[in-house]
């Protein structure tokens, strides 16, 4: 949040507002409690030491009872303060990460950061606490406190009103210097966390592939690398709190002293009364507290902050249209898939940057170039999960995004790099795209060599798999997505590396099987760059990127 309190929090959380209006009424009631319990002691304190014969409890009862009553008020306003700020930041918290998740649910469009995302919603809006629990009781408080008590010694000693109302911009002064100092630590604390979990998620994904060929500990020294830049950050981050807290103490103190050695003199030379003196010197460090708080808290909290402006920025971002209603949906027909000038912009560039190609039925068309060209993002434009920053894609002379969603996907197969299993049995997963049980799944069974992993499976079609196909080997998850593909009788097939995994033999019958699919007037494209694959295509399409000025 660049802003002290940012108004998104407000209009996001509802339990924020409500610890917001509950922060401002307890500021208001600890700022009298300090002024009541000031104005008490001085009172006996001066009483005491200027009238010997008052030097009895009884003779001071009233002010006495006033100031054990400021003193327990202030207690219970604090303790009620903490307990408040702790229930509120779970809650604001736990609020924020559901809407975070529903909004990077209910997205149409590919979330170009997923890992950031992830981490934002399980373990970076917890710093968040740190901000609701400190930072903003201490903001509540130095916006209560500091004027109110200022007045107060201004009525009293207006000579260490103007000392303290001189010396107090000083605070905010070397806050915003350390501000400065301390300028994008947090957010880069929290991007090599993302970079972090960005590789061990790719890591835990390939571990299997890594195993079969005994080289898990390949990326060993990697994740060290990155572990080590986290650590890093994290101590620079928590190095510059530790100083500003310091700085901000030391300067508080020497502000106080100022108004300490003034009234010493006065008091020495008879130049004021005892009880204003005491008033003052009793506040004036009362006036510092707070703002000294919020400098440090501020730092403490710094990561959250940082976590919570970006999930802020994810739950403003407008949310993409599924298409028009059918009934406001213009005619359109099957026919080519045309891109048109298509460039997506990511966080390392544009990636496919300006990508033309006319993708028609009847043929095999093959999206190859370098990792991370976009290849996979411009099959993921022509589903319509991916709305291009530039350019257009057209079926039949209609745009995907003018397309419902419903009508366009049920005449789409799609293979993505990494297929999708549902828990379930091999039946359930087989039939999401509408495969139905004979020939034609048989046939592309026998294409993709998954005939023979259902001869090695005691309950066949009803054998039951995990998450992401817990139970088969990478191997033998691919054979069954590319069945699931083959086997749909939908005219659109669009494949992301369909022979990864597979040895040469399986290679060479899958893509017979497309080559007869694209014979048959289907449209068929493969993202690939194997030579078997790009020997397959009729068309070979380039497609490139561009890294980010």
Known sequence: MGRPLDPRLWRYSAPARRYLLASVGLSAL???????????????????????DTRTVGAWAF???????????????????????????????????????????????RDRDPVGTAVLATTGLAGLRGY???????????????????????????????????????IPAFMILIGLLSRGKADASLAALTRLADQMLDLFAGLPTLRALGRQW?????????????????????????????????????CVALVAVSIGLRLVFGHMALESGLVALILAPEVYLPLRAVGERFHAAEDGVAAAAKAFAVLDAPQAQSGRPPEQAPGWRPGSVVLADVTVHGRDGAAPDGLSAELRPG???????????????????VLGLVRP?????????????????????????????????????????????????????????????????????????????????????????????????????????????????????????????????????????????????????????????????
Request: glycine content about 8%.
């Open 30 to 52: 600890t700022t009298a409690s300090i002024v009541l319990a000031a104005l008490a002691l001085a009172r006996v304190a001066a009483g005491v030491v200027t009238r010997p």
């Open 63 to 109: 002010p006495l009872g006033v100031l054990a009553a400021a003193i327990g008020v202030r207690a219970a306003a604090t303790w009620w303060q903490a307990r408040l700020a702790d229930r509120a930041g779970a809650s604001v918290v736990a609020d924020l990460e559901t809407q975070l998740l529903a909004a990077a649910t209910a997205r149409q469009r």
């Open 132 to 170: 609701l629990t400190g930072y903003l009781p201490a903001l509540m408080l130095a916006c209560a406190a500091p004027p109110v008590v200022l007045c107060v010694i201004a009525l009293h000693d207006p000579v260490s009103g103007g000392i303290i109302a001189g010396t107090l911009p000083l």
């Open 218 to 254: 390949g990326p060993q020294r990697r994740v060290a690398e990155l572990g080590a830049a986290h650590r890093r950050t994290t101590m620079s981050a928590l190095r510059v709190a530790f100083l500003s807290a310091l700085v901000l103490e030391l300067l508080a103190t020497l």
């Open 363 to 381: 043929v095999v068309t093959v999206l190859t170039g370098p990792n991370g060209s976009g290849k996979s993002t411009a099959l993921q434009a």
């Open 389 to 549: 920053d530039r350019g257009q894609v057209r079926v039949g002379g209609v745009a995907v995004a003018d397309i419902p969603e419903q009508q366009w996907w049920a005449r789409v197969a799609w293979l993505p790099q990494r297929p999708v299993l549902v828990p379930g049995t091999l039946r359930h997963n087989v039939e999401l795209f509408g495969a139905v049980f004979g020939p034609r799944l048989d046939s592309a069974c026998t294409a993709t060599g998954f005939d023979e992993v259902l001869a090695g499976l005691a309950d066949g079609w009803d054998t039951v798999v995990g998450a992401g196909g817990v139970g088969l080997s990478l191997g033998q998850c691919q054979r069954l997505a590319l069945t699931r593909v083959l086997a749909a009788a939908r005219p659109v097939l669009l494949l992301d590396e369909p022979t990864a995994h597979l040895d040469p033999d399986s290679e060479s019958a899958v893509l017979a099987a497309l080559i007869r699919r694209a014979a048959a007037g289907d449209t068929v494209v493969l993202v690939g760059h194997r030579p078997a694959v790009l020997a397959a295509a009729d068309i070979v399409v380039e497609v490139s990127a561009r890294a980010a000025a």
